[in-house]
């Protein structure tokens, strides 16, 4: 079992930026493609972003790209997602998600563990 832990979530303005984090206390999560996808309200959830158990491929979805940015810290065993030039449209729950496997995964049913999540709301 993975734990995967979010943060960074909270109320910012349009046009403002957050940065959310994804952790796994007591596990390594280097080996592992990680995502972010999101759930606004009455929606599905959505692919955010992804990157490659080695960090040198990412992925994201139409409506970010340019704005956001997932990266993985090996050292502090950390995920990021950078968002900036925040809109109201972003505003989502945010999940954290681990593949079991290094390669990318666009889908939801390919990855095997999820955060609980975090709330991101941009006000316009």
């Known amino acids: 079992q993975v734990q995967l832990v979010e943060s960074g979530g909270g109320l910012v303005r349009a046009g403002g930026f957050l940065r959310l984090s994804c952790a796994a206390p007591?596990?390594?999560?280097?080996?592992?493609?990680m995502g972010w996808f999101r759930q606004a309200p009455g929606k599905e959830r959505e692919f955010v972003a992804a990157?490659?158990?080695?960090?040198?491929?990412?992925h994201y979805a139409d409506s970010v790209k340019g704005r956001f940015t997932i990266s993985r810290d090996t050292s502090k065993n950390t995920v990021y997602l950078q968002m900036n030039s925040l809109q109201p449209e972003d505003t989502a729950v945010y999940y954290c998600?681990?593949?079991?496997?290094?390669?990318?995964?666009?889908?939801?049913?390919?990855?095997?563990?999820w955060g609980q999540g975090t709330q991101v709301t941009v006000s316009s």
């Open positions: 007591g596990r390594t999560l280097s080996s592992y493609a």
């Open positions: 990157i490659s158990w080695s960090g040198d491929i990412t």
């Open positions: 998600a681990l593949r079991l496997g290094g390669r990318l995964g666009l889908r939801d049913y390919e990855y095997d563990y």
